[in-house]
C-alpha cells in the first residue's frame, strides 16, 4: 500500500507539482540548450545569448524543485525504509549543494561569454584542470552524493511500494546512461520517469 494514501489533496497537489516541475525544468534546460555542457559551449553561449540564458534559468530553477521532489521521496520512503530514506536524503542534499556550485559557474560562464574583457575558452580551460581540495571535496558532494544517494532512496521507494517501482529502476538505469553519451534522451526520460511518478501520487484515494 502506498504511504502517499493518508497525505490530503491538496499535499498530493503539490508534491506531483514538485516532481513534475523538476523533471520539466531539465528537460527544458536540455532541449533549449542541449550544448551547454559541452566543451564548444562559452563560444554557442556567446552566439546565441538568448537561448544560453533561458537554458541556465531552468537549471536554476531546477535547483529548489529538487530539494522538494527529494523532501516528497524522503516522506514517501520513510515510513516503509527509514534508514535508507534517510540516508538517501542525506546524500541528496550534498548533490543538491554541488549542483548549486555548478549553477554558479555556469553563471559566471554565461556572464563571460557576453563581455569581451575575458576570454571565455581560457575560462573554461582553467574550470576542467581545476584540482586541489575543493574540487575533491565538490566531486565527493556532487558525483558521489547523486549517485549513491539517488540508489539509496529508489531502494527505499521501492521498499515502501510509495511509486510504481519500475519507475524507481528507471530512474537508476537513466542516472548511470547518462555517462555513456549526450544527455538529451537521458535527460527527457528523467523527466518522463518523474511525471509517472507525479501520476501515481495523484491517483491514489485521498483523506479529507
Known sequence: MSTAIGWTGAGRA??????????????????????????????WAAAHPTRAGLA???????IPLLIGTMLVWLLLARPG????????????????AG??????????GYLIAQSDRIDPLAYSDVLGSG?????????VLFMGGASLGLLLMMIALWRSRAVPRVACALLVVLQAAEFLG??????LG???????MAASVLRRPVTT
Not at 541556465?56 to 531546477?62: K, N, Q, V, Y
Not at 549526450?182 to 535527460?187: E, G, M, N, S, T
Request: aromatic letters at 8%; proline letters at 9%.
Open 131 to 139: 584540482s586541489g581540495l575543493p574540487m575533491v571535496v565538490f566531486e
Open 99 to 108: 549542483q548549486g556550485i555548478v549553477e554558479g559557474v555556469e553563471l559566471a
Open 56 to 62: 541556465l534559468t531552468f537549471d536554476i530553477l531546477s
Open 14 to 43: 503539490g508534491a506531483a507539482a514538485v516532481l513534475l516541475g523538476t523533471g520539466l525544468c531539465w528537460a527544458a534546460a536540455a532541449i533549449i540548450g542541449p550544448a551547454w555542457s559541452q566543451p564548444e559551449s562559452p563560444h
Open 190 to 196: 528523467t523527466g518522463a520517469v518523474l511525471a509517472w
Open 182 to 187: 549526450p544527455p538529451l534522451p537521458y535527460v
Open 81 to 96: 525504509a527509514p534508514r535508507l530514506a534517510w540516508s538517501g536524503a542525506a546524500l541528496l542534499t550534498g548533490a543538491a
